[in-house]
């Protein structure tokens, strides 16, 4: 079975730039989850969707983030502008309703300079 | 500060060798679980603890629960070099991680 599939895997860009992240969760599963792991802080969520919903967007870090879950099967992360802070792993992970394990990607490793 | 507190931050070992890493929170949890991550790759769940003073073994692995669900350990008896990664210990109900246990296991 194929697990979560992010992409790209890695993306080196410069500052200002925009930034997209794609995410295809594994078929079924009715949530969504974006995290970012750095050195400093760890891992930590960025937002989550439960049937295409956004329900928790609390951690996203500022205005410049913004995710959007068209359909079941396909999830965006955009950064614009971006910035060198911004520089980390992002990981799409998601979970089925009817479970308790989560199913992280592979991430996307962005560098901004 | 973290929900969940992870320690030691760092552990590095010889093969061969037990170790035990812990993850420790003033919050109550109904249940926790513990990640695996290894280089390149995003975490893989190991297992999930639900009840005070539960204990789970995986192969080489021993998970314990504490009893009042406020923290909980990771043990590994004689450690291989395939143990080698990144130990998170998370609450799925907060779906928040730990900092993490870097764990080195040298051949």
């Known amino acids: 079975d194929a697990g979560v599939i992010q992409s790209p895997r890695h993306e080196v860009t410069e500052m200002g730039q925009e930034v997209t992240l794609r995410c295809k969760p594994i078929?079924?599963?009715?949530?969504l989850f974006w995290y970012r792991q750095t050195m400093m802080r760890g891992l930590e969520l960025l937002i989550y969707?439960?049937?295409?919903?956004?329900?928790?967007d609390s951690g996203m870090p500022e205005d410049r983030f913004s995710a959007k879950m068209p359909n079941a099967s396909f999830s965006t992360l955009k950064i614009q502008p971006s910035e060198p802070r911004d520089s980390a792993v992002y990981f799409c992970?998601?979970?089925?309703?009817?479970?308790?394990?989560?199913?992280f990607g592979e991430g996307s490793w962005l560098t901004v300079v | 500060t973290q929900l969940l507190e992870q320690s030691p931050q760092f552990l590095s070992i010889q093969e061969g060798e037990n170790l035990t890493v812990y993850c420790n929170s003033s919050?109550?949890?109904?249940?926790l679980q513990w990640y695996r991550q290894e280089p390149g790759e995003g975490p893989v769940l190991l297992v999930t603890?639900?009840?005070?003073?539960e204990v789970k073994k995986l192969k080489r692995l021993t998970f314990q629960f504490g009893d009042a669900r406020k923290d909980s350990s990771l043990h590994i008896t004689a450690a291989q070099t395939g143990d080698t990664g990144l130990y998170l210990c998370?609450?799925?109900?907060?779906?928040?991680f730990g900092a993490g246990t870097t764990v080195t296991v040298r051949a």
């Open positions: 992970a998601s979970q089925a309703s009817s479970g308790n394990t989560i199913y």
């Open positions: 078929s079924g599963h009715d949530y």
């Open positions: 969707f439960n049937n295409n919903v956004p329900i928790d």
């Open positions: 919050s109550v949890f109904s249940s």
């Open positions: 603890v639900v009840t005070g003073g």
């Open positions: 998370a609450s799925p109900r907060k779906l928040s």
